[in-house]
């Protein structure tokens, strides 16, 4: 069984600017604290997300993949 992996995803806000991956680990906290700092270096809420998908490579391409449909 995979492991649960969370990924930090960013986008600038431009309209069809695709989200893009930022920062993973598998613990939540570490990405939180990602986020945070993000957040305190201007980057706005609705610009970044955290998600989580198994640990393969191919699992995170795919999620990222389907934020970005409909863009």
């Known amino acids: 069984m995979a492991r649960k992996y969370h990924t930090l995803v960013a986008i600038d806000g431009s309209p069809g ?34 998600i989580t998908t198994g640990d393969t490579q191919a699992e995170i391409d795919a999620a990222v993949a389907k934020l970005n449909e409909g863009l």
Do not use: H, N, Q, S
């Open 17 to 50: 600017c695709p989200w893009a991956i930022e920062f993973g680990d598998y613990d939540l906290e570490t990405v939180k604290d990602e986020y945070a700092d993000m957040r305190d270096r201007g980057w706005k809420a609705k610009e970044l997300k955290i």
